[in-house]
């Protein structure tokens, strides 16, 4: 079957185009930070490949013989929400599984159950110890949507992952990769208690952020051209401008202009047939009329005021020292780090890409007026 564009979920090399996951980042770098023990965060923006990195950089560990990496994504939690005791059986429960297709039931169920009796506040913690020791090899954890934990079950689950840090490798993973939208020491958590604690300060052993960036013109190039070269269909060469202005290398937005123009607009499906600029338009105005997840997701923290305060001073001519002093930095670091706004050195603040940027017009047009 003909690969495609990749709208869903990770990329699968077999079935959608895909740039090679291990080339976003600096293997060698984290390569290092794992042999070095090493707990750190790997965040970017929603759909920028984080789950296809996560799982490309597993597979890379398991095909060689240094650790046991496991990958465990712990949105489930998300439902639990602030019941601990069913976020941390739930994280428990999800690593333990993926474990089974790794090394066997055995050892992940025997970890499970001998960690039934404990508390919320230490079954985790002591299921890693568990399982730290009865594996082979160290072992590497990734945890993926981090950020969708909150309030208390959040702040136990990071003290438990920081619990035995002091033990590892023998009776801790080795390196604990937390991966998730925002940095975690950018959260600010609200316990049950009344309490507001930084992610900062429930783990603290942090050694470093790791920020995934978005695909330049020549890995859209790239991506592009395995279509023309696995179909024979072409892209005209003023495409790359506009599909560059519209996305700014959003990986996802890079690949949805890609299946829109190919895929969806049936016309296309003739491979005989030259993609234009236009026809990349179409698909643009196809893309932000649909509202597709991505999308929803994107407006959906636009309208949150804080954002839209942060987006009014990024889509605004002048630079209004007014706006600019309601804002705070939190409230920059978070717009940038939901992928909203660009923030470069000796630069002002500006929107991420043109399609984000219609994207707010509509939003302030459809409101009588943006509170600022
Ligand atoms: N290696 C890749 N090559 C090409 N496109 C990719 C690649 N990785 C991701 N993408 C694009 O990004 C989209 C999201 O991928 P993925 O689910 O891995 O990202 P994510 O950051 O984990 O997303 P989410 O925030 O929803 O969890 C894919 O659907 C695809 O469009
Ligand atoms: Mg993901």
């Excluded at 568990?130 to 136990?156: Q, R």
Aim: charged share 25%; hydrophobic share 40%; aromatic share 8%.
């Amino acid at each position: 079957m003909e690969r495609f564009f990749n709208t869903a979920g990770p990329n699968i090399a077999e079935d959608n185009y895909t740039l090679d996951p291990l080339s976003r980042f600096d293997l060698d770098e984290i390569l290092t930070l794992i042999r070095q023990k090493r707990y750190f965060v790997l965040h970017a923006p929603r759909q920028t490949g984080k789950t296809s990195c996560l799982l490309a950089l597993r597979d890379y560990l398991n095909e060689r013989d240094d650790y046991i990496a496991v990958y465990a994504n712990v949105e489930d939690g998300q439902a639990a929400r602030n019941n601990v005791g069913a976020v941390v059986a739930g994280t428990v429960n999800v690593i333990a599984t993926e474990m089974d297709d790794i090394v066997g039931e055995d050892i992940p169920r025997a970890a499970k159950a001998g960690v039934q009796d404990e508390n919320e506040s230490t079954m985790l913690s002591a299921f890693l110890t568990k399982l730290s020791k009865a594996l082979p090899k160290p072992l590497v954890l990734f945890i993926d949507e981090i950020d969708s934990l909150v309030g208390d079950s959040l702040v136990s689950v990071l003290r438990q992952l920081r619990a035995g840090y002091a033990d590892r490798p023998a009776h801790f993973p080795q390196s604990i990769v937390l991966c998730g939208v925002r940095d975690v020491r950018d959260y600010r958590i609200h316990t049950t208690s009344g309490e507001i604690i930084t992610g900062g300060s429930a783990f603290n052993i942090k050694a470093k952020s790791l920020r995934l960036g978005d695909f330049s013109l020549d890995e859209i190039r790239a991506l592009y051209g395995q279509h023309t070269a696995e179909t024979g269909q072409r892209f005209d060469e003023g495409c790359f401008p506009f599909v560059w202005q519209a996305t700014e290398g959003q990986p996802w937005l890079v690949n949805a202009l890609g299946n829109e123009v190919t895929n969806e607009m049936r016309e296309n499906r003739d491979r005989s047939v030259v993609i234009t600029p236009e026809m990349m338009y179409r698909a643009q105005e196809r893309i932000i009329y649909r509202r597709d997840t991505h999308i929803d997701q994107i407006l959906e923290k636009m309208k949150e005021p804080a954002m839209q305060r942060v987006m009014n001073m990024a889509v605004s001519k002048d630079f209004d020292i007014a706006l600019a002093n309601d804002i705070t930095s939190d409230d920059i670091i978070e717009a940038n780090e939901n992928g909203l706004i660009t923030l470069q050195r000796g630069q002002r603040l500006r929107v991420a890409n043109s399609i984000y940027n219609t994207l707010f017009k509509e939003l302030a047009s459809n409101h009588e007026r943006i509170t600022i």
